[in-house]
């Protein structure tokens, strides 16, 4: 178990993805880049809301509630979503654990198909870190659990991650440079998948990448230009 999970005091459960090095690759990078001011270089007086898709555990979406919590006079709302009903469920029960249920919204949906008009342009910060797998390398087995959805990605495993991409433009804000931070393994089809986001208006930025095992993972961020 990583140091940042000790200090969340989550739970699991077999249902719903249990964090792994790809999570702990995304919170590494915003404890080395978050600070009174700024997320990453985004003041944070300019963040009004921030989304964490594909929550999981709720492990994302806690780690910045409380990191905000504790610096006061913020007016930040932090929404957290997921296709999977029995993740709905555990993060809101971790974010109870952690005494912060008041300050993250959740929200059960299939990417951005439940989200109330009200959120339209209204995002400065959205964290994903996708399903990204092909997914009949997953459906070759009858066997279909839930926790399949953390990995199956669509076909080439790029298909969810498209898809939101393309949702994302109407519920990003048009004021300041919002931000999409995303992971990607290098097993996947990046140089299409670059192009595709290219295509979309947003410009790629890599942050990190690390080996691991058998792939790099990496964090990359977009924007709209
Ligand atoms: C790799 S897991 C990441 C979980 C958590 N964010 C973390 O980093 O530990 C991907 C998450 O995305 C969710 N997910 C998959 N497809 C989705 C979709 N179409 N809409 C919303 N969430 C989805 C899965 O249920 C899973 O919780």
């Excluded at 999570?23 to 921030?50: A, M």
């Amino acid at each position: 178990m990583d140091d940042i999970s000790k200090e969340l005091n989550l739970d699991f459960n077999k249902n719903v993805y249990k964090p792994l090095d790809d999570t702990y690759l995304f919170l590494k990078y915003f404890k080395q880049f978050i600070n009174k001011d700024n997320i990453d270089g985004i003041k944070l007086n300019k963040i009004s809301y921030i989304l964490d898709m594909g929550t999981g555990t709720g492990i994302i979406a806690i780690f910045f509630a409380k990191y905000f919590k504790s610096n006061l006079g913020l007016n930040i709302k932090i929404y957290a979503s997921d296709i999977l009903l029995d993740a709905i469920k555990l993060s809101k029960k971790n974010a109870k654990k952690n005494g912060l249920e008041k300050q993250i919204v959740f929200i059960h949906s299939n990417l951005f198909n439940n989200f109330p008009i009200s959120l339209k342009h209204k995002f400065n910060i959205i964290f994903f870190n996708p399903p990204y797998l092909p997914s009949e390398l997953i459906f070759k087995t009858t066997n279909k659990k839930k926790i399949f959805y953390s990995w199956m990605g669509g076909k080439s495993g790029t298909e969810t991650f498209e898809k939101f991409l393309v949702q994302s433009i109407e519920f990003l804000s048009p004021i300041e440079k919002p931000y999409i931070y995303f992971l990607f393994s290098s097993n996947s089809p990046l140089d299409e998948l670059y192009a595709k986001i290219e295509k979309l208006g947003f410009e790629l930025k890599i942050l990190i990448k690390i080996h691991f095992f058998f792939e790099d993972i990496i964090l990359h961020r977009i924007t709209r230009v």
